[in-house]
């Protein structure tokens, strides 16, 4: 499997349920290059979401690819994804349906699928810091034979899935009274497949009085040992605390479940 600007290394691995393909790719420089006015007009990854991968889910994410030739599309022949500092990428490119939309352009859209089983040891540094900026490149045909080989045709983020758990007590408490709220914040290392403390972090504790409509930031406090979180508040009314993380350019924002807290 081949595709401009790249040099691509296959290994499979015989996993539960069946044999899985993981495609690894090594950025030598962008470039575009082919035959004819065939030409990619624009490309949407997974609806512009960030992709973000755990450590057990199997996830299959859309490329959405319009192209355009004056013959019509035929469609694509070539897809790959890969990190734009690293140079490496992995997922499997599962077929293609293109739709017409006119006489001279389709959007064809290429599922990318991706098993977090495949990730520990499949790079020879830590899988994990290809977290981040992505990008796709991919070849595209028309009817009458043109084809062209496109670098960069889109980029987006793929992130590590995060986790984030919330505690207020005592409950009930007090008016006026204080109240300690505690959590934590991890994330999904591709390495071993578990979820590990991510410290450092800038976290914001939220409360939502009962009745509110919408939860509001009280402070920000900054994840320690384990990624372990402790504050103290005072409670003036009843109602539901939570955590909010915005996430970085590796890592999935996460918002905890409120722990509804009452006065007695």
Same mark, same amino acid.
């Given at each position: 499997?081949?595709?401009?600007?790249?040099?691509?290394?296959? #290994?499979?691995?015989?996993?539960?349920? $069946?044999?899985?393909?993981?495609?690894?790719?090594?950025?030598?420089?962008?470039?575009?290059?082919? +035959?004819?006015?065939?030409?990619?007009?624009? /490309?949407?990854?997974?609806?512009?979401?960030?992709?973000?991968?755990?450590?057990?889910?199997?996830?299959?994410?859309?490329?959405?690819?319009?192209?355009?030739?004056?013959?019509?599309?035929?469609?694509?022949?070539?897809?790959?994804?890969?990190? +734009?500092?690293?140079?490496? $990428?992995? $997922?499997?490119?599962?077929?293609?349906?293109?739709?017409?939309? @006119?006489?001279?352009?389709?959007?064809?859209?290429?599922?990318?699928?991706?098993?977090?089983?495949?990730?520990?040891?499949?790079?020879?540094?830590?899988?994990?810091?290809? /977290?981040?900026?992505?990008?796709?490149?991919?070849?595209? +045909?028309?009817?009458?034979?043109?084809?062209?080989?496109?670098?960069?045709?889109?980029?987006? +983020?793929?992130?590590? #899935?995060?986790?984030?758990?919330?505690?207020?007590?005592?409950?009930?408490?007090?008016?006026?009274?204080?109240?300690?709220? @505690?959590?934590?914040?991890?994330?999904?290392?591709?390495?071993?497949?578990?979820?590990?403390?991510?410290?450092?972090?800038?976290?914001?504790?939220?409360?939502?009085?009962?009745?509110?409509?919408?939860?509001?930031?009280?402070?920000?406090?900054?994840?320690?040992?384990?990624?372990?979180? @402790?504050?103290?508040?005072?409670?003036?009314? #009843?109602?539901?605390?939570?955590?909010?993380?915005? $996430?970085?350019?590796?890592?999935?924002?996460?918002?905890?479940?409120?722990?509804?807290?009452?006065?007695?």
């Amino acid at each position: 499997m081949r595709g401009g600007g790249t040099r691509t290394v296959a #290994a499979a691995w015989a996993l539960a349920g $069946g044999a899985a393909a993981l495609t690894l790719l090594t950025a030598t420089g962008a470039h575009a290059e082919g +035959k004819g006015d065939v030409r990619v007009t624009d /490309a949407v990854v997974n609806g512009g979401k960030n992709v973000v991968v755990g450590t057990s889910k199997r996830i299959t994410y859309p490329i959405a690819i319009t192209v355009r030739d004056d013959s019509g599309v035929k469609g694509l022949s070539h897809v790959s994804v890969f990190d +734009k500092s690293d140079g490496w $990428g992995f $997922g499997d490119w599962t077929g293609t349906t293109c739709v017409k939309k @006119s006489s001279t352009t389709s959007v064809c859209t290429a599922p990318m699928t991706l098993d977090p089983r495949w990730l520990p040891g499949s790079l020879p540094e830590d899988v994990n810091h290809t /977290a981040g900026v992505w990008q796709v490149d991919a070849t595209v +045909k028309a009817n009458d034979g043109d084809y062209w080989i496109s670098d960069d045709i889109a980029e987006f +983020k793929t992130k590590r #899935a995060s986790r984030l758990t919330t505690d207020a007590s005592p409950e009930p408490v007090a008016k006026g009274g204080r109240l300690t709220v @505690s959590g934590r914040l991890t994330r999904a290392n591709w390495e071993d497949l578990e979820y590990h403390g991510f410290t450092g972090q800038d976290v914001r504790l939220q409360f939502k009085a009962a009745g509110a409509a919408h939860y509001r930031t009280v402070k920000t406090v900054r994840t320690g040992d384990a990624g372990k979180l @402790s504050t103290e508040v005072t409670a003036t009314s #009843a109602g539901s605390w939570r955590w909010y993380f915005p $996430g970085t350019t590796t890592t999935a924002r996460v918002v905890s479940a409120g722990d509804s807290v009452r006065l007695g």
